[in-house]
């Protein structure tokens, strides 16, 4: 594999720089639950059980739930969740409060010490979620200054309506640090993610296991791979080496 000179690497957040997403998504099933209880006096824990959940927004999660809710329903009939006020009013508060005990990947820190200060690569974070669920876990770490604000890219926040698949977050990141899109590498946990960097044309592409559950581990490996990983990783430890050989000249 030939690509330009490495100058990027783009993380993902939840599930890859985080253990936010088992967090983010024990808190919308929550929300959505409480929601189901009060509007129809029953759960749905099975229906949300069902819902896809991995790397989407909670506008996305919540549509899928919506769409659950209006199966068989006569047009007329038919419901139309308020996703801002779940959002604002009781995912928010709840997110807030759990988001600060989450833990980050094991050995991150020394990651980072290693792409920025041996292999002097630039590190940036591009993830769907808001800066609200990325900034208190930064400051809490002490990572502020390993990756400060501008080195922050919000899908939700920054291109309005275009969260990952949609490539746009990561074109947004590769123009404000400055360099061409294959110039880069992406870290992702899901497939939304890969395909995002896929059609951003990311030149390198890194699918990661290591936050997920243990019986997930093979379908997630397999699914990274069929959207475009060009390998999957379990040990964020062995990234910079996984870089090094993804990034060096063919023979």
Known sequence: MTTPKLKEVFFDWDGTIAHTEAVSIEVTRRVLSN??????????????????????????????????????LPQDAKITLDIEDLRINKLRPETKQAIVNAALTPGIGEVLATLQD??????????????????P???KHGYRERIPAPRLF????????????DPAIYLLAAE???????????????????????????????????????????????????AGAHTVIDDMRDLPQTLKRLSAPAP
């Open 35 to 72: 929601y189901a209880n009060e509007a129809f006096g029953k759960p749905m824990t099975e229906e949300i059980g069902m819902l896809d959940m991995r790397g989407k927004d909670f506008g996305q999660i919540a549509k899928q739930f919506q769409d659950v809710i209006n199966t068989g």
């Open 154 to 165: 919000s899908a939700f926040e920054d291109v309005a309506g275009k969260l990952k698949e």
């Open 176 to 226: 404000k640090t400055g360099i061409a899109p294959a110039e880069a590498a992406a870290i992702e946990d899901s497939v939304t993610g890969m395909r995002a960097a896929v059609s951003a044309g990311i030149g390198i592409r890194v699918g990661f296991t290591g936050l997920a559950e243990r019986a997930e581990v093979a379908a997630l490996k397999q699914a990274l791979l069929d």
């Open 137 to 139: 876990l930064l400051d």
């Open 118 to 135: 041996d292999m002097q690569l630039g590190v940036a974070i591009v993830s769907n979620s808001p800066r609200m669920r990325i900034e």
